[in-house]
């Protein structure tokens, strides 16, 4: 079963304002390494709880060679987070990152001196050295590049950062030597976060904005505090949007794994060798069944769909709730036989002959804009044949989509082949 989902968010940038969470409490905490940096402010986005830490504290008090990194990785692992997002300001250290843009970033050099930078003082139990080639989560870097992506920012989908002791900045011999290095950005906060994540075995991301050109750039000013202050008020809305949808991404593979959860699968069925994914224990789930069909209508309420064609025989189910939820006309695609007025048919090959579907002559018009959906696909072969029925009729297809997706059947493949695009609310993959 899915279990709850809790992330943890370290940086300020306006999300340290509990009104952004629903239900929200503070509360003080202690670990083995001392108090976090700040209270623990709690509360929920959606469906997912969430627990901010204020990196340099509420006030911003804290220096950060100060910062206790190790309590607050400490305290957020032990309050059960599953992920943890950060956030912070950086330099930058190529012309094109400029001021306000993010940086997904995906490696570091740390370039500290004086930090706490493992868990681990002493070998109790053997040795313990943490690999660290890829030290930020693929994970969480891939929901923060889509929703900087959705939200339409500019950002870059990678960025090495050089994090330096601070609290002054960086000489320009420095700034120099670190782009020579191959740093993209500089800051004074993210490489002893990610080591400590690292260690604690919590998936860790962050999304960074660059606010100055540190001090190599001769036609900019270098870098001071004001200016970075500055930069992060005009765009804090910003980051907090990131953040927000980035949660939401999270939430909604939540909800996808307790769907998921309702599907019964059912072994050598139709025949030996075959899983057969039985959705019927979804439809019958009013809360799984209502959650499937708010994800379909989150998705498509915004498209421009004249009706929805569903597909013999489960198809229809979800095909008619969405078009109710959408406001539009329904459209059935059966077997042989089953239609009453006048069709056209579309043969296609099974694995052992060939069967067909149909469509009533009149049921689209010219130009409409037509949903196909079906509750599954596997090889592809049904929803081919539907869309060449709807394309018969002068139709045009927005998209055809499935509750669940059988991915080593390469059905979607066939269908975007043909020029068809594909959405699937679920993926069963061989042995799941």
Not at 65 to 83: M, S
Not at 224 to 240: A, D, F, L, Q, T
Not at 268 to 277: A, D, E, H, S, T
Request: glycine content about 6%.
């Amino acid at each position: 079963m899915a279990s709850k989902l809790k992330i943890g968010v370290i940086g300020g940038s306006g999300l340290e304002t509990p009104e952004i969470l629903e239900n929200f409490s503070q509360k003080e905490v202690d670990t083995p390494f001392g108090k976090p940096s700040s209270p623990l402010t709690t509360g929920k986005i959606g469906s997912v709880e969430v627990v901010i830490i204020s990196r340099h504290g509420l006030k911003h008090q804290i220096p950060p060679t100060q910062v206790n990194n190790r309590a607050n990785i400490f305290a957020l692992k032990n309050e059960g987070c599953k992920y943890i997002l950060a956030t912070t300001a950086v330099g930058s250290l190529r012309e094109d990152i400029k001021r306000g843009d993010f940086v997904i970033l995906d490696q570091f050099i740390d370039f500290t001196r004086q930090r706490k930078l493992s868990f681990f003082e002493q070998f109790d139990f053997g040795p313990i050295h943490t690999p660290m080639p890829e030290p930020f989560s693929s994970a969480v870097r891939k929901k923060l590049i889509e929703s900087c992506e959705k939200l339409n920012f500019a950002h870059h989908k990678k960025g090495t950062v050089v994090t330096i002791e601070g609290p002054r900045f960086s000489t320009k011999a420095e700034s120099k030597m670190f782009q020579q290095w191959g740093a993209d950005v500089i800051n004074m906060s993210i490489a002893p976060e990610a080591i400590l994540a690292n260690e604690a075995e919590v998936p860790y991301g962050v999304i960074a904005m660059s606010t100055d050109y540190d001090c190599w750039k001769e036609d900019e000013e270098p870098a001071s505090w004001e200016v970075i202050r500055m930069i992060m008020r005009e765009n804090v809305e910003r980051v907090k949007k990131v953040l927000m949808k980035t949660i939401d991404a999270f939430s909604r593979e939540q909800e996808i794994a307790k769907l998921k959860d309702s599907i019964r699968t059912i072994p050598n069925f139709p025949k030996q060798g075959i899983m057969f994914r039985d959705i019927t224990t979804l439809l019958k789930d009013k809360d799984a069944l209502r959650k499937l069909i708010d994800i379909l209508y989150e998705r498509y309420r915004e498209f421009q769909i004249d009706a929805v064609a569903g597909i013999e025989s489960r198809g229809f189910v979800i095909a008619g709730m969405l078009a109710g939820r959408l406001g539009t006309g329904l459209i059935l695609i059966r077997k042989p036989g089953k239609l009453p007025a006048e069709t056209i048919s579309e043969a296609y090959n099974l694995e052992y002959g060939v069967d067909s579907v149909e469509i009533h002559k009149d049921a689209i018009s010219p130009k409409q804009k037509i949903l196909l959906v079906d509750d599954l696909i596997a090889t592809g072969g049904t929803a081919l044949a539907s869309c060449k029925l709807i394309n018969q009729l002068q139709g045009e297809v927005v998209e055809c989509c499935f509750a669940i997706e059988l991915p080593e059947l390469k059905g979607k493949e066939k269908l975007e082949q043909n020029n068809q695009k594909v959405f699937s609310v679920m993926k069963f993959n061989e042995g799941e």
